[in-house]
């Protein structure tokens, strides 16, 4: 498949990389024994079916999963509107012998689940996320500690885990296991720490009275006397009216106060960046794994307001609503059910503290105003973090454990309630796809259950992913600090060029990972763009090759492609030198995309000649 139509020798071209990629293929998946399970159909996003796919745990009176039940005993609601369920399926974690994954030839890489990780049929998926960036030192070693603990006296062998931590960036400390050796050793590799953008987004309170009055001359019109100049636009009003030397006080103060918010909220404005996107690419790392997976993410708060602008700042305070939408929607496709735990531990309230009796000096109870307004600024401060963390969690199908000091019993109840759950799907009724938000409801026919699952989505039109900048997300995505993407799944090959020769580095995409739509009667559309960028060893990026590969497929074809990988070969001249290679392919129809990486030596005897 090129980006143009194929005639005579480009056509023989393409069959021979065609042929070198399938006996490729066919070598690594001979070297896989036992063969890995195909990846399970309901990840596969066709544009033409539009089923909904709602992952969902029930839960009895204890907390335990129930097991069992039926498609008939589900009840499902689109807005309202009940919908028939088309797929049903039980999914439970059962007791498996782990195999190690192949070992891949030289010069080869992949960025598939069951070829780069070992291989466990019904395991329980999680990511425990050690979340640097939100949480202090100190509530950083004690999760370390509790989730050593963990480890040590819980832990379920039957639970592929792999351990993330977030500071300055994301860094994948022990990819997904079932060895608690290994985990252990992970964690004992992570150093508490407060990141750079932790340090410049701390919290700045300043009071007006806190701020002294300044022994200096004051010009006329501050001190009320008349110029010919007339007013400044630029200052306040009291101080372009004139007035008197405490009202310009306060609005000095009033300035550096709002100085000082904008400085904090635009530090504020990076780490929620930073966070949402380390959400994200965890999001599409994990994709690839069939079924439902487990985000267990430890924080002390997320600094964003779902609830609205806090009520002393009003003026500089932003909302995030839409950002966070936009990564529950990721998550949710994914289907990775967030797991939110306060690192913080039991936190008691200052009205709590006997230090704090609001009594004056004669021991009368007396609460000034800057008290009230710090207790209510710390209240909602508390109220609106981990409100941030709870609707997280709800809106993907997980649960908040907060104001608590059991974190491993917490780590212990999360995997417990998800190692069995179902997964229903359905053609939605309303056919139309305007990007509106749309509220699912799920009901079982049996009292006292507890159910978890996402609570809606957006219907969103899948060709409309290169609106907000979705053209540059894969581009972004194979930068140096990026997780891999498993959206889609491949498996490539560069050999060293021959003299004066391109490196042509060799794609063999998964079918089951792409889509196609049917654009004529037994014709199939599928265009993917293929994405090569060559970075020096210490990550300086040198060249970049992008390909378009697009074609309308008869149904013989398709029905052929859909059974095998499907190839394309991309060539980018390099200079001798030592080279990571940072791989990309995005279909196009979705915006849907997969990365990984490829070391590769160009020898100095084989120098280019462009």
């Known amino acids: 498949m090129t980006g143009k139509r194929v005639e005579g020798p480009a056509r023989m071209k393409r069959f021979l990389v065609r042929t070198g990629m399938m006996l490729l293929v066919a070598s690594l998946a001979a070297a896989q024994q036992p063969s890995p399970t195909p990846k399970s159909p309901e990840l596969v996003l066709q544009v033409t079916t539009r089923m909904v796919l709602v992952d969902t745990v029930v839960l009895n009176r204890k907390g335990d999963p129930v097991k069992g039940l039926k498609a008939d005993a589900f009840t499902l609601t689109e807005d309202g509107v009940r919908q028939r369920i088309s797929s049903f399926s039980e999914r439970t974690s059962e007791p498996a012998k782990p195999t190690p994954p192949p070992v891949l030839p030289p010069h080869v890489t992949t960025n598939r689940p069951v070829v780069t990780q070992t291989n466990a049929e019904n395991a329980t998926i999680a990511v425990l996320l050690l979340d640097g960036l939100n949480t202090p030192p100190q509530d950083q070693i004690y999760v370390k500690q509790q989730m050593l603990k963990f480890l040590a006296r819980q832990y379920d062998p039957n639970t592929k885990l792999a351990v993330i931590a977030l500071t300055n960036k994301l860094t994948v400390l022990q990819d997904f296991t079932q060895d608690p050796l290994l985990l252990r050793a992970a964690l004992d590799r992570y150093l508490a720490e407060t990141p750079a953008l932790a340090r410049s987004g701390g919290q700045i309170e300043t009071q007006s009275a806190s701020v002294p009055a300044p022994n200096v001359n004051l010009p006329a019109q501050a001190t009320g006397g008349s110029t010919g100049s007339g007013s400044d636009p630029g200052l306040p009003a009291t101080l372009a009216a004139g007035g008197s030397n405490a009202s310009i006080f306060e609005d000095i103060a009033y300035m550096m106060d709002r100085f000082e918010r904008e400085s904090e909220n635009f530090s504020r ?54 950002q966070i939408r936009r990564t529950i929607n990721l998550l949710n496709d994914a289907h990775v059910a967030t797991y939110t735990i306060d690192a913080g531990g039991l936190v008691p309230s200052s009205l709590g503290d006997p230090s704090l009796s609001g009594r004056d000096s004669e021991g009368k109870v007396h609460l000034g105003i800057d008290a009230n307004r710090a207790l209510s600024s710390e209240s909602f401060q508390r109220f609106s973090t981990h409100d941030a963390l709870e609707t997280i969690a709800r809106d993907t199908g997980g649960r ?43 009901q079982v026919e049996r009292p006292g259950v507890q159910l978890r699952y996402r609570r809606g989505y957006f219907a969103v039109n899948p060709s409309d992913w290169r609106k907000d900048n979705g053209e540059r997300t894969l581009t972004a995505a194979l930068g140096a600090n990026s997780l891999p993407s498993t959206e ?36 199939h559309h599928c265009t993917l763009q293929f994405e090569v ?70 020898p100095a005897n084989r120098e280019s000649k462009r």
């Open 269 to 322: 404005d990076i780490r929620i960046s930073s966070t949402l996107s380390a959400l994200e690419q965890i999001g599409r790392f994990i994709s690839g794994q069939s079924g439902r997976k487990v985000l267990l993410w430890f924080s002390t708060g997320f600094p964003f307001s779902v609830v609205g602008d806090s009520p002393s700042s009003m003026e500089t305070e932003r909302n995030y609503g839409d």
């Open 400 to 442: 908040y454990f907060g104001n608590g000091n059991d974190l491993d019993h917490a780590v212990q109840a999360a995997l417990r309630e998800s190692s069995s759950y179902y997964m229903l799907g359905y053609y939605p009724t309303n056919k139309k796809w305007g990007g509106k938000f749309r509220q699912i409801k799920l």
């Open 488 to 523: 889609v799944t491949f498996m490539a090959r560069a050999l060293p060029p021959l003299p004066d020769s391109d490196t042509v580095v060799e794609f063999a995409v998964d079918p089951s990972t792409f889509s196609c739509e049917t654009e004529a009667e037994n014709h």
């Open 533 to 602: 960028q060559a970075f020096t060893p210490n990550g300086k990026l040198v060249k970049a090759e992008v390909q378009t590969a697009d074609a309308s497929l008869p149904k013989p074809t398709y029905e052929r492609v859909s059974k095998q990988e499907l190839p394309m070969n991309v060539p980018i001249r390099l200079a001798p030198g030592k080279y990571v290679l940072h791989l990309g392919v995005r279909d196009n129809l979705t915006g849907l995309f997969g990365t990984a990486d490829l070391a590769l030596e160009v």
